[in-house]
């Protein structure tokens, strides 16, 4: 059984061409301002159909893998948040926790806490703006996305507080976080927190019934399970799809496994289910805030058995991954018992979800190609590392 | 994490002919992995995303790792700095791929395989496992690109993040980066030393 044959990739296709039409090689990107960053796509056209899809890369490649071989290890640590630049606190957790595995190191209590609440707080910005994007990448220019902003504005207000940074966090330490919380940090995260349903629920009464975004999400960009499975997606395009499968349930890294919430699925895989996840994910996270909030323990932040200076896991490799918001994100290091590891590779979700673009996009019109591509959720630092 | 023993002879069973080695991971993940020949790749491959108990349904993390040779005695401690390599340096040592498979049905993993090339320099063949899982394709593409491992039987395989023009492979250890990049104007330390050079010797 070949993954060839059950999911021929769109390369070999030939367009259906009745003989007086003339295919159309458009360059979409790197400057198109519906791109999401300097990224291009090599688009063939029917008229104004998609019969062929390439997306090219590099563009904000900066060979991230090898600068961190020269690096110590808590030297790539601010480096992680240029990644995906949304989610800085994320990509320090996966980060720390592949350090944390590779050299067996504990984490406390409080810090287990202060990842959970950080990361959660990322999620919720992340999934606003780019539903703020989303609608306009649709042609609803400026009032959604800044509905979003504002905040998401408000949740980098608290991570400046937190961190000195509203988006270069870098927060995370190998065993724990770096600050402890600011005197009413708390209380103005629950504050936060307890405002963001409300947002929600105006921004959802906005948009989910709205016609336009109906029209023009149903149905459209349509993944598959079984493609879905075999091509790696993961994140909320994946849960789209249907497939359960978020590490926040299936590793229960950290401390998940002892917050109650559920794992909300989409049914069709396409533009408006994988808009829908977003939403649905976001009042999970404000219910893993709120316990994470009422829960957190006193206590350290920090290993204090964990050596900040010359810092040398024993020789050997890990491989951490945890659920980001845009999907799995996960660090492979090898060791070979020096201060810099041997070898750093990301493992990009932004990358990776994009191997379906084609697939989504093959047959649709040139105009779902932009919110398709929305909908997948990339971030280029990521994605060229 | 499973020990790996029993699927190893599970593998041996039903891909006659392949063969496995267990690579030991001192380190406390005790993330063991499979080294398999090429020659048996794709039928390993398949088995494990077949079989009913293993369902290894998604290939999370495909990488590439050189080792110039003799690059496994440096497990002891030292630092690297032989930056001297020779054309012999390339004919020996390695270049190794890595695959974290995952199966999403089943909810385990990682069981993780690799595959080695014969030398650096010209055997730099492996079969790609784009017809397994689909989502090594950019994967391999970018361990092409960048450590320059080629995969017989991958459709598309370009360049993925560097440019189409460009020869060389950068992840390699003894990759040097090419002089000819605008200095920042306050360099210092080893970028002023080769700005330095860059400039004929005074600066």
Same mark, same amino acid.
């Given at each position: 059984?070949?993954?060839?044959?059950?999911?021929?990739?769109?390369?070999?296709?030939?367009?259906?061409?009745?003989?007086?039409?003339?295919?159309?090689?458009?360059?979409?990107?790197?400057?198109?301002?519906?791109?999401?960053?300097?990224?291009?796509?090599?688009?063939?056209?029917?008229?104004?159909?998609?019969?062929?899809?390439?997306? &090219?890369?590099?563009?904000?490649?900066?060979?991230? +893998?090898?600068?961190?071989?020269?690096?110590?290890?808590?030297?790539?640590?601010?480096?992680?948040?240029?990644?995906?630049?949304?989610?800085?606190?994320?990509?320090?957790?996966?980060?720390?926790?592949?350090?944390?595995?590779? /050299?067996?190191?504990?984490?406390?209590?409080?810090?287990?806490?202060?990842?959970?609440?950080?990361?959660?707080?990322?999620?919720?910005?992340?999934?606003?703006?780019?539903?703020?994007?989303?609608?306009?990448?649709?042609?609803?220019?400026?009032?959604?996305?800044? =509905?979003?902003?504002?905040?998401?504005?408000? &949740?980098?207000?608290?991570?400046?507080?937190?961190?000195?940074?509203?988006?270069?966090?870098?927060?995370?330490?190998?065993?724990?976080?770096?600050?402890?919380?600011?005197?009413?940090?708390?209380?103005?995260?629950?504050?936060?927190?307890?405002?963001?349903?409300?947002?929600?629920?105006? %921004? $959802?009464?906005?948009?989910?019934?709205? $016609?336009?975004?109906? /029209?023009?999400?149903?149905?459209?960009?349509?993944?598959?399970?079984?493609?879905?499975?075999?091509?790696?997606?993961?994140?909320?395009?994946?849960?789209?799809?249907?497939?359960?499968?978020?590490?926040?349930?299936?590793?229960?890294?950290?401390? %998940?496994?002892?917050?109650?919430?559920?794992?909300?699925?989409? @049914?069709?895989?396409?533009? =408006?289910?994988?808009?829908? &996840?977003?939403?649905?994910?976001?009042? $999970?996270?404000?219910?893993?805030?709120?316990?994470?909030?009422?829960?957190?323990? +006193?206590?350290?932040?920090?290993?204090?058995?964990?050596?900040?200076?010359?810092?040398?896991?024993?020789?050997? +490799?890990?491989?951490?991954?945890?659920?980001?918001?845009?999907?799995?994100?996960?660090?492979?290091?090898?060791?070979?018992?020096?201060?810099?590891?041997?070898?750093?590779?990301?493992?990009?979700?932004?990358?990776?979800?994009?191997?379906?673009?084609? @697939?989504?996009?093959?047959?649709?019109?040139?105009?779902?190609?932009?919110?398709?591509?929305?909908?997948?959720?990339?971030?280029?630092?990521?994605?060229?590392? | 994490?499973?020990?790996?023993?029993?699927?190893?002879?599970?593998?041996?069973?039903?891909?006659?002919?392949?063969? *496995?080695?267990?690579?030991?991971?001192?380190?406390? !993940?005790?993330?063991?992995?499979?080294?398999?020949?090429?020659?048996?790749?794709?039928?390993?491959?398949?088995?494990?995303?077949?079989?009913?108990?293993?369902?290894?349904?998604?290939? !999370?993390?495909?990488?590439?790792?050189?080792?110039?040779?003799?690059?496994?005695?440096?497990?002891?401690?030292?630092?690297?700095?032989?930056?001297?390599?020779?054309?012999?340096?390339?004919?020996?040592? #390695? *270049?190794?791929?890595?695959?974290?498979?995952?199966?999403?049905?089943?909810?385990?993993?990682?069981?993780?395989?690799?595959?080695?090339?014969?030398?650096?320099?010209?055997?730099?063949?492996?079969?790609?496992?784009?017809?397994?899982?689909?989502?090594?394709?950019?994967?391999?593409?970018?361990?092409?690109?960048?450590?320059?491992?080629?995969?017989?039987?991958?459709?598309?395989?370009?360049?993925?993040?560097?440019?189409?023009?460009?020869?060389?492979?950068?992840?390699?250890?003894? #990759?040097?980066?090419?002089?000819?990049?605008? #200095?920042?104007?306050?360099?210092?330390?080893?970028? *002023?030393?080769?700005?330095?050079?860059?400039?004929?010797?005074?600066?």
């Amino acid at each position: 059984m070949s993954a060839i044959a059950e999911f021929p990739s769109a390369a070999h296709l030939t367009p259906s061409s009745d003989g007086d039409s003339q295919l159309l090689e458009v360059s979409m990107g790197p400057q198109h301002p519906s791109t999401h960053g300097v990224f291009r796509m090599d688009v063939v056209l029917d008229g104004e159909t998609v019969v062929k899809l390439k997306p &090219i890369f590099g563009y904000l490649h900066r060979n991230h +893998e090898k600068i961190a071989e020269d690096e110590t290890y808590l030297g790539s640590m601010p480096y992680t948040d240029r990644l995906d630049y949304f989610c800085s606190l994320t990509n320090n957790w996966a980060y720390a926790l592949a350090v944390e595995t590779l /050299a067996g190191v504990q984490v406390p209590e409080r810090a287990q806490y202060l990842r959970v609440i950080t990361a959660e707080l990322t999620r919720l910005q992340n999934h606003a703006s780019l539903i703020g994007f989303l609608m306009q990448d649709m042609g609803a220019s400026g009032t959604p996305l800044m =509905y979003a902003f504002r905040e998401r504005e408000k &949740i980098l207000d608290l991570f400046e507080a937190l961190t000195g940074a509203r988006m270069m966090c870098n927060y995370m330490r190998f065993g724990g976080c770096r600050v402890d919380l600011p005197a009413g940090w708390l209380e103005q995260a629950k504050q936060v927190v307890a405002a963001f349903p409300r947002f929600l629920d105006q %921004y $959802e009464s906005l948009l989910a019934g709205n $016609e336009i975004l109906m /029209a023009r999400t149903q149905g459209v960009g349509v993944l598959s399970r079984e493609l879905a499975i075999n091509a790696g997606i993961t994140g909320p395009v994946l849960r789209a799809c249907g497939v359960n499968y978020d590490l926040r349930k299936v590793d229960k890294y950290g401390i %998940y496994d002892r917050f109650n919430f559920r794992i909300p699925l989409g @049914d069709h895989g396409d533009v =408006y289910d994988r808009y829908m &996840i977003r939403v649905l994910e976001m009042r $999970e996270s404000i219910k893993i805030l709120e316990q994470a909030m009422r829960d957190l323990p +006193e206590g350290p932040i920090t290993d204090p058995k964990t050596k900040v200076r010359n810092f040398r896991p024993k020789p050997g +490799e890990a491989y951490g991954r945890i659920e980001a918001p845009k999907g799995e994100l996960g660090f492979y290091l090898i060791s070979d018992g020096t201060p810099n590891p041997y070898r750093y590779r990301v493992r990009p979700p932004s990358l990776i979800n994009l191997t379906v673009l084609e @697939d989504m996009c093959l047959g649709r019109n040139i105009a779902d190609v932009v919110i398709i591509l929305g909908s997948i959720d990339i971030v280029m630092g990521e994605v060229d590392r | 994490m499973m020990t790996l023993e029993p699927l190893k002879l599970e593998i041996e069973a039903n891909v006659p002919g392949c063969r *496995l080695e267990i690579i030991p991971n001192p380190s406390s !993940s005790a993330q063991h992995s499979m080294l398999i020949d090429a020659e048996h790749a794709v039928a390993v491959a398949t088995f494990l995303r077949g079989a009913p108990h293993h369902r290894f349904d998604y290939c !999370s993390n495909v990488t590439g790792i050189d080792w110039p040779a003799p690059s496994k005695a440096k497990e002891t401690g030292d630092a690297l700095e032989e930056d001297v390599e020779s054309a012999e340096a390339a004919a020996t040592g #390695y *270049l190794e791929v890595v695959y974290h498979l995952y199966s999403m049905e089943l909810k385990h993993g990682p069981v993780i395989l690799r595959m080695r090339t014969q030398d650096r320099a010209t055997r730099v063949h492996l079969p790609s496992l784009i017809s397994i899982w689909r989502s090594v394709d950019f994967q391999e593409r970018e361990v092409f690109d960048l450590f320059g491992v080629i995969f017989d039987g991958h459709p598309d395989l370009r360049r993925l993040l560097m440019w189409d023009e460009f020869t060389d492979f950068p992840m390699r250890r003894d #990759y040097v980066e090419p002089d000819d990049y605008e #200095y920042e104007p306050t360099a210092h330390d080893k970028v *002023l030393l080769k700005t330095m050079q860059h400039q004929g010797g005074t600066a």
